[in-house]
Nanobody, 126 residues
Framework: QVQLVESGGGLVQAGGSLRLSCAASGRTFSGDVMGWFRQAPGKERAFVAAIFIWSGGSTAYADSVKGRFTISRDNAKNTVYLQMNSLKPEDTAVYYC??????????????????WGQGTQVTVSS
């Protein structure tokens, strides 16, 4: 069983930066994957980034954020981060942390993730 709690959202001007944190509690296993998704008003929930907790920390990114966002993890703190730089107004959304247990590959499909946090609001003003 895994519980996820996001933090770090807020209001930032275009071009600025934010770092989101996702603290995980409960049992985790080698091969697990942590992901970030986002949902803007009236939009579908979309993949942002994901990372293997173990296995060298391999990562994947949505094309829209590649080069601007960086996902990382601190296993000692059971925490995954999303560093967001060069933020744009279109990045405005509720950001959700998700966990996939027994994962052998990184999936971009939200239905493949078993556990979800409550979400944190990110608002980027122009």
């Amino acid at each position: 069983q895994v519980q996820l709690v996001e933090s770090g959202g807020g209001l930032v001007q275009a071009g600025g930066s934010l770092r989101l944190s996702c603290a995980a509690s409960g049992r985790t296993f080698s091969g697990d994957v942590m992901g970030w998704f986002r949902q803007a008003p009236g939009k579908e929930r979309a993949f942002v980034a994901a990372i293997f907790i173990w296995s060298g920390g391999s990562t994947a990114y949505a094309d829209s954020v590649k080069g601007r966002f960086t996902i990382s993890r601190d296993n000692a703190k059971n925490t995954v981060y999303l560093q967001m730089n060069s933020l744009k107004p279109e990045d405005t959304a509720v950001y959700y942390c998700a966990a996939r247990t027994s994962g052998t590959v990184i999936s971009r499909a939200s239905g493949m993730y078993q556990y979800w946090g409550q979400g944190t609001q990110v608002t980027v003003s122009s």
